[in-house]
């Protein structure tokens, strides 16, 4: 019996998916584990492996189309069937190559459960592109756990042969390479990078002008602007702004650095701002909460778990778009916990990986756009929460310090609320709490 491999749903808003790109054809001899395609959902682009075994009988969907979840998009022919028989089953008349590539995969671990046919996984997609392990320019092409293996042993994936689709390194090929005695990863700097500055564009040149084109939407900018659009006027927002005192946090944190730097680790302004609004809910849970109920029978539902979102915006060239990756459970890690996990998370994001468990449950979310130098701007409240902070950068200013003017770093944090739910006072109230964990970070260590 055929084995047909259906687009599964990966989030709650997810209603059709797009094949960007598959990495089989017709005849192809399919591995469990093996990704076959590339599929763009409302959240990010993620690779699509298999479960099972066989040769492709026919690919009804073709590269570029979007269908509903639920659409069969491949079949596979299993052991000992007729590949043209199978091919016939799926209503396509699609004919097999005449002869199986030789890709094999396998070694994977699959990302998420499988949809309801059962017949393949997604998997978060380590770039945006295909083609030999490592191409010019010194780019590797890995799996997001093959990078992941590697980093834990020390060992260099330059060099390596990936047997994966398209020669991609996978998981298989890091474990060889570590049993081979593969030489060791140079030193990486630190700790993981922090959000950088971004470098001043090049000056056009005198009389250039800008390339006039459409941009078709993907279907994560088309959710983006459908979920925006309908969170500012469904819900009543209104900003408020408090001003705080970072002469003490960076100082912390400088030390901390310090004292932290031969483990790894390199905590950044956002830790400690993710740290003190979690913390922030236990005394206003209003905050961390959300809007519920049809017309005439609405409620306020109080959430028990704190999971903190964090905006992260991907780049032009990864194909633009904005996602939230949660830290779930932040008021009960430390800041090292959370350090670590808005690196992982942010460097999966860049890599459109992020897993739809990544991105969902987010009870109050933070944008921090203070690495571009931004002073102060409004945010969009990111349904189904109610409140959102916006976070500019710890700026020069003159402060008034026991009486006397004196210079020092000052950070503005704007919060969009809705006013359904929390009012003025309740907003002054939470921001209150977090400018004096923030203003007195010891507190934010135990």
Known sequence: ???????????????????VKWNVKPGDTVKSGQAIADIETDKATMELQSFDDGVVAAIPVPEGQSVPIGTVILVLAAAGEDVKAAA???GTGAA???????????????????????????????????????????????????????????????????TGPSGRIIRKDVEQAI???????????????????????????????????????????????????????????????????????????AQLNEQLSTQGVKLSVNDFIVRACALGMHEHPYVNSRWVGTPGQEAIEIIGQVNIGIAIALSEEKGGGLLVATIRNA?????????????????????????????????????NLGMFGVAHFNAIINPPNVAILAVGAALDRAVVRDGKVVPGKVMSITM????????????????ATVKNLLEKPATLLV
């Open 1 to 19: 019996m055929p084995i047909k491999v259906e687009m599964p749903r990966l989030s709650d808003t997810m209603q059709a998916g797009t094949v």
């Open 88 to 90: 016939a089953s799926a």
């Open 96 to 162: 097999p190559a005449a002869a199986p590539s030789k890709a094999a995969a396998g070694g994977q671990t699959a990302a998420s459960t499988p949809s309801s046919g059962g017949t393949a996984t997604l998997a978060p997609e380590s770039n945006g592109h295909h083609g030999a392990a490592e191409q010019a320019g010194g780019r590797v092409f890995a799996s997001p756990l093959a990078k992941k293996i590697a980093e834990e042993a020390g060992v260099s994936l330059q060099g390596l042969h990936g």
């Open 179 to 253: 049993a081979g005695g593969a030489k060791m990863a140079p030193a990486a700097g630190g700790a993981a990078a922090a959000p950088q500055r971004m470098a001043p564009a090049p000056l056009p040149p005198a009389g250039a002008s800008l390339e006039a084109k459409r941009v078709t939407l993907s279907n994560m900018r088309r959710v983006i602007a459908q979920r925006l659009s309908e969170s500012k006027s469904t819900i009543p927002h209104y900003q408020v702004t408090v001003d705080i005192d970072m002469d003490a946090l960076l100082a912390l944190r």
């Open 331 to 367: 008021d009960q890690i430390g800041l090292r916990q959370i350090s670590a996990q808005s690196k992982q998370l942010a460097e999966k994001a860049r890599g459109k990986g992020l897993s739809p468990q990544e991105m969902s449950d987010s009870t109050f979310t933070i944008s």
């Open 416 to 431: 969009s609320s809705d006013h359904r739910v929390v009012d003025g006072a309740m907003a002054a109230a939470y921001l």
